[in-house]
């Protein structure tokens, strides 16, 4: 993995999106995922990294409230697999910084 897998090469690193996991673990992670999202106050958007170990337990190893932001990038895939294409994230993240500065 280096700057031009991650940053340059569409295919320059293997991603697998969205994860192949048990549904109960998926599930475990997006809750935990937004909790910590709200315990730390964030707004926006955010990306949260786990550890998984191989019994399929999990913790958070960070959350990153800059992401990055291509059209190649982990968050633009994983959005995208959620059914959010890049020209959509960035529609709804502008509208909710618009919709955040007029409060």
């Known amino acids: 993995y280096n700057y031009n897998a991650k940053y340059i090469d569409e ?9 192949e996991l ?3 673990v998926e599930e475990g992670m997006r809750d ?8 730390l106050g964030c707004d926006g958007m955010a990306r949260v990294d786990f550890f998984l170990m191989p019994d399929m337990t999990f913790l ?3 959350l990153n409230t800059i ?8 968050y ?23 919709a955040r500065a007029g409060r």
């Open 22 to 24: 048990p549904p109960e």
């Open 60 to 62: 958070i190893n960070e």
């Open 11 to 19: 295919n320059g690193a293997a991603l697998i999106v969205p994860a």
């Open 67 to 74: 992401p990055g932001f291509t059209n190649i990038s982990m």
């Open 76 to 98: 633009a895939k994983a959005m995208a697999a959620s059914g959010v294409s890049y020209p959509e994230v960035i529609d709804r993240l502008v509208a909710h910084g618009l």
């Open 32 to 39: 935990m995922a937004a909790k910590a999202f709200r315990a």
